[in-house]
């Protein structure tokens, strides 16, 4: 099946976790809106999907991108590659990159790698020490655990302050960074800025 821009401006996909011994739905049953702006070519025998113009949404959680593909049409099991202008957003953190990968498995979004030059994510909850904010080559979201990683060579900040390494962790709840697994050789290196304030106050 073939949906062109002409035939269709806006088509919708919405996949339902169905109830599993009585549990499965109360867990895990978000839908999965799929939105496609543009163009869609859906291969019935195989499941394969290609799309143009993507926004898929489950809960809180969206995702855009310029165009994507998945290995089926199942909230079971399935493999997204994404490729241009790619944003991930959730509550008030927004994520963007290149391109990424993410799983659907057992009826739900969890897991998500992006890749850029370079991919980068913000947090834009106010917090006592600033807004957080962090780049790398990769970056990692997991929704479980609500942990942003930047993988490779990484820059992290909270407000004006500085963290330099090759594998950072960003705790969402807790707006903290912390040091990854990496087993690189490279040291952290802190770098803590003066605020535009210091050293002007009166006496």
């Known amino acids: 099946m073939d949906v062109s821009r002409r035939k269709l401006a806006t088509f919708v996909v919405m996949l339902t976790a169905l109830p599993n011994v009585g549990t499965a739905f109360a867990q895990n049953g978000e839908v999965v809106d799929i939105i496609v702006r543009e163009n869609l070519s859906y291969v019935g025998n195989t499941g394969r ?5 993507l926004v898929i ?6 995702i855009e991108a310029d165009k ?4 089926r049409l199942d909230t079971e ?3 997204w590659r994404l490729e241009g202008n790619v944003r991930i957003s ?15 498995r057992d009826n739900r979004l969890e897991h998500f790698e992006l890749r850029g030059g370079p991919a980068t994510f913000e947090d ?3 917090h006592r020490a600033g807004q957080a904010r962090g780049a790398a080559e990769r970056v990692t979201y997991d929704v479980n655990d609500e942990v942003i990683g930047l993988r490779g060579e990484a820059e ?3 407000g004006q302050n500085i963290v330099v390494g090759c594998d950072l962790l960003y705790d969402i709840g807790e707006k903290t960074f912390r040091s990854g697994s990496s087993e690189c050789d490279r040291p952290f290196q802190i770098r803590i800025v003066p605020s535009e304030d210091a050293g002007t106050e009166e006496p």
């Open 68 to 71: 994507g593909s998945a290995s």
């Open 90 to 104: 959730v509550r008030s953190v927004r994520i963007a990159g290149d391109e990424a990968e993410f799983s659907l």
């Open 156 to 158: 992290g900040a909270v």
């Open 49 to 53: 999907v290609d799309v143009a113009g």
């Open 77 to 79: 099991r399935s493999e």
């Open 124 to 126: 834009l909850e106010p």
């Open 57 to 62: 949404t489950q809960g809180d959680l969206k």
